[in-house]
């Protein structure tokens, strides 16, 4: 009887020890920056070096067809922290530009708009994000910040609240450069002619144009280029700065040992919080341009820079691994690793080096929804409870991460609210084979560009584009002349009736599907455009964060931590200040 009493409290025990390993873990959610699903060792590169990255898809699951929510920054990273499509929450642009690329920005995140980080912060997890941001920071004045990483439910930021751009680093050109001489300089001079022609006829006598006017006109000329100078110029120092909570303490940013600082940053915060769930996102700047690498690693790898800053940033997920394992919290924390889009294949420096990295079998890259575009590494690791070394091929989104972590932390999902993610864990632990994404939507900016459709009965991963970006030049696999790839007007075909793949055959996207080389081709698309048909009705009207008003430059939001005349210059940061502990 006592054998049996004994045998039953370690049964119960043993029970209590699993529910608590299934509950309340800590989170670390390791984020690229234009990574490619090809760059990595796990997803069949055999000439980069990333064994830690590596480590996690030997000790967890690999998924093999992990879409992102958008192939652009600012959408995909809404989507990732909401779980929602980021039209939902007027984070996808019906303009042009699909992300913001000023820090005085008046556009952002919403604060109606529920992320994981709040409802984990209300569970009682300490929260920090580490890195890039590039949600917007402020609505009416230069510190409301009410779209900064501390409104969205963390704790402690460090890093940037805009994103790294070529133009942030001295010597690596500029991302504007192109556009500014295609749809300014000949404006300018048309402006120009206009004026001196007025003033020469008005001199000479064959038309009378009030002086005042005249004067007002070049005036208000002046000013706009001079503003438009002084911007440009001083770029640098008004955009790309890093902060601390709300603090800037490096402006224009510093990418000496960045890496490294930003890797401490998320070693410390791990520390004080080893005794209590924490929530660590840890969001790269690598490796999107400009590309940078410390002494370290510069110069090391088969790929150049590019091939550098990949290394340095397996490196970091090492450190990160390390002190996982210093504090015992191995088995206590779930790992994500992901890229927030496909790689920039566009990217080349000036001196004809490749900066984009490498899709693998997949067509297209980043801003495109062929597969280079959106199909993403996604490793996720959790001794004991998610099974090491297996892949998963069925289509899963970034946006599950949202419900994922939130049902583990014991949180409630939001019931005031469509969320689009679906939790991964059954399908990680093997108890479900099928994904519950019937369908993906896949949007260029705001503009429903494609759908994938994975039927319950079959294998077939259907996908059909409404339209596709012209490449340039055409026989080329980007949009090399624009840099990248857009949505609308001259720059899209339409297909009608759309493109029609078969994923599942056809992963590399290069034979469209016929009624006569599929039967169901008809049959298929009724059931996509019903799909269409409903996902559409689920949609309700938002603000547009990403209107030309909420893009432009807003000089009274702009952050600065001395002054303009200053050129907005300061440097909080020192050797000495990485070995201080801050608050968290």
Same mark, same amino acid.
């Given at each position: 009887?006592?054998?049996?009493?004994?045998?039953?409290?370690?049964?119960?025990?043993?029970?209590?020890?699993?529910?608590?390993?299934?509950?309340?873990?800590? &989170?670390?959610?390791?984020?690229?920056?234009?990574?490619?699903?090809?760059?990595?060792?796990?997803?069949?590169?055999?000439?980069?070096?990333?064994?830690?990255?590596?480590?996690?898809?030997?000790?967890?699951?690999?998924?093999?067809?992990?879409?992102?929510?958008?192939?652009?920054?600012?959408?995909?990273?809404?989507?990732?922290?909401?779980?929602?499509?980021?039209?939902?929450?007027?984070?996808?642009?019906?303009?042009?530009?699909?992300?913001?690329?000023?820090?005085?920005?008046?556009?952002?995140?919403?604060?109606?708009?529920?992320?994981?980080?709040?409802?984990?912060?209300?569970?009682?997890?300490?929260?920090?994000?580490?890195?890039?941001?590039?949600?917007?920071?402020?609505?009416?004045?230069?510190?409301?910040?009410?779209?900064?990483?501390?409104?969205?439910?963390?704790?402690?930021?460090?890093?940037?609240?805009?994103?790294?751009?070529?133009?942030?680093?001295?010597?690596?050109?500029?991302?504007?450069?192109?556009?500014?001489?295609?749809?300014?300089?000949?404006?300018?001079?048309?402006?120009?002619?206009?004026?001196?022609?007025?003033?020469?006829?008005?001199?000479?006598?064959?038309?009378?144009?009030?002086?005042?006017?005249?004067?007002?006109?070049?005036?208000?000329?002046?000013?706009?280029?001079?503003?438009?100078?002084? *911007?440009?110029?001083?770029?640098?120092?008004?955009?790309?700065?890093?902060?601390?909570?709300?603090?800037?303490?490096?402006?224009?940013?510093?990418?000496?040992?960045?890496?490294?600082?930003?890797?401490?940053?998320? %070693?410390?915060?791990?520390?004080?919080?080893?005794?209590?769930?924490?929530?660590?996102?840890?969001?790269?700047?690598?490796?999107?341009?400009?590309?940078?690498?410390?002494?370290? *690693?510069?110069?090391?790898?088969?790929?150049?820079?590019?091939?550098?800053?990949?290394?340095?940033?397996?490196?970091?997920?090492?450190?990160?691994?390390?002190?996982?394992?210093?504090?015992?919290?191995?088995?206590?924390?779930?790992?994500?690793?992901?890229?927030?889009?496909?790689?920039?294949?566009?990217?080349?420096?000036?001196?004809?080096?490749?900066?984009?990295?490498?899709?693998?079998?997949?067509?297209?890259?980043?801003?495109?929804?062929?597969?280079?575009?959106?199909?993403?590494?996604?490793?996720?690791?959790?001794?004991? &409870?998610?099974?090491?070394?297996?892949?998963?091929? +069925?289509?899963?989104?970034?946006?599950?991460? *949202?419900?994922?972590?939130?049902?583990?932390?014991?949180?409630?999902?939001?019931?005031?609210?469509?969320?689009?993610?679906?939790?991964?864990?059954?399908?990680?632990?093997?108890?479900?084979?099928?994904?519950?994404? +019937?369908?993906? *939507?896949?949007?260029?900016?705001?503009?429903?560009?494609? &759908?994938?459709?994975?039927?319950?009965n079959s294998e077939s991963v259907w996908k059909a584009f409404f339209f596709t970006p012209n490449f340039n030049p055409e026989d080329s696999n980007g949009c090399y002349d624009s840099h990248v790839c857009f949505c609308h007007?001259?720059?899209?075909?339409?297909?009608?009736?759309?493109?029609?793949?078969?994923?599942?055959?056809?992963?590399? +996207?290069?034979?469209?599907?016929?009624?006569?080389?599929?039967?169901?081709?008809?049959?298929?698309?009724?059931?996509?455009?019903?799909? %269409?048909?409903?996902?559409?009705?689920?949609?309700?009207? &938002?603000?547009?964060?990403?209107?030309?008003?909420?893009?432009?430059?807003?000089?009274?939001?702009q952050p600065c931590c001395s002054s303009l005349f200053q050129s907005c210059y300061c440097d909080f940061e020192s050797e000495d200040s990485l070995l201080e502990v801050h608050s968290g």
């Amino acid at each position: 009887m006592r054998l049996l009493l004994f045998l039953t409290v370690c049964q119960y025990a043993i029970n209590s020890v699993h529910t608590y390993s299934v509950s309340n873990p800590n &989170v670390v959610l390791l984020m690229a920056d234009d990574l490619g699903i090809g760059d990595l060792g796990c997803y069949g590169n055999r000439t980069l070096r990333t064994p830690y990255i590596d480590r996690l898809a030997k000790e967890g699951v690999t998924l093999t067809q992990h879409i992102a929510a958008s192939p652009l920054c600012t959408p995909s990273r809404a989507a990732f922290l909401t779980g929602r499509y980021p039209i939902r929450s007027g984070m996808a642009a019906f303009s042009r530009v699909g992300v913001f690329l000023f820090s005085a920005s008046s556009g952002g995140l919403p604060s109606e708009e529920i992320t994981f980080s709040k409802l984990l912060k209300q569970r009682g997890y300490a929260t920090a994000l580490i890195g890039k941001w590039h949600l917007g920071m402020n609505c009416e004045s230069s510190n409301d910040f009410c779209h900064h990483p501390l409104s969205h439910g963390f704790d402690y930021f460090y890093g940037l609240t805009v994103t790294n751009l070529r133009d942030c680093k001295p010597g690596q050109g500029s991302v504007f450069l192109k556009g500014i001489q295609k749809y300014l300089v000949i404006p300018v001079q048309i402006l120009g002619v206009t004026l001196v022609s007025l003033a020469v006829v008005h001199y000479v006598g064959l038309l009378k144009v009030p002086f005042q006017a005249l004067g007002y006109c070049l005036l208000l000329t002046a000013i706009s280029l001079a503003v438009l100078i002084f *911007f440009f110029y001083h770029f640098r120092h008004l955009n790309c700065f890093l902060m601390r909570d709300h603090q800037i303490i490096q402006q224009p940013l510093s990418y000496e040992n960045l890496t490294q600082r930003l890797t401490t940053e998320a %070693v410390q915060f791990i520390g004080r919080n080893n005794d209590v769930p924490f929530l660590l996102v840890l969001s790269y700047l690598h490796v999107h341009t400009a590309l940078y690498a410390s002494n370290m *690693f510069r110069g090391k790898s088969k790929h150049g820079l590019y091939g550098d800053a990949v290394e340095e940033m397996d490196w970091s997920v090492g450190q990160i691994l390390n002190v996982l394992e210093k504090y015992n919290l191995r088995n206590k924390t779930l790992i994500y690793f992901s890229s927030d889009q496909g790689a920039h294949i566009e990217e080349i420096s000036s001196s004809g080096e490749v900066h984009g990295g490498y899709n693998g079998i997949y067509k297209g890259g980043k801003s495109t929804n062929w597969e280079g575009g959106i199909r993403v590494p996604g490793l996720l690791r959790w001794p004991g &409870v998610i099974p090491a070394g297996t892949y998963m091929d +069925e289509p899963t989104s970034n946006m599950d991460i *949202f419900p994922t972590i939130v049902k583990l932390a014991g949180a409630q999902l939001p019931y005031d609210r469509i969320i689009d993610g679906h939790d991964l864990m059954p399908l990680l632990q093997g108890k479900v084979t099928q994904s519950k994404h +019937e369908f993906l *939507f896949h949007y260029c900016n705001a503009y429903l560009n494609a &759908v994938r459709w994975h039927p319950g009965n079959s294998e077939s991963v259907w996908k059909a584009f409404f339209f596709t970006p012209n490449f340039n030049p055409e026989d080329s696999n980007g949009c090399y002349d624009s840099h990248v790839c857009f949505c609308h007007g001259g720059f899209i075909t339409h297909h009608d009736p759309p493109l029609l793949f078969d994923l599942s055959r056809d992963p590399e +996207e290069k034979a469209p599907l016929t009624p006569k080389t599929e039967t169901r081709f008809y049959e298929i698309l009724r059931v996509i455009q019903l799909a %269409v048909a409903n996902h559409t009705r689920s949609l309700q009207a &938002v603000p547009d964060q990403l209107s030309w008003d909420n893009l432009l430059w807003k000089p009274w939001l702009q952050p600065c931590c001395s002054s303009l005349f200053q050129s907005c210059y300061c440097d909080f940061e020192s050797e000495d200040s990485l070995l201080e502990v801050h608050s968290g």
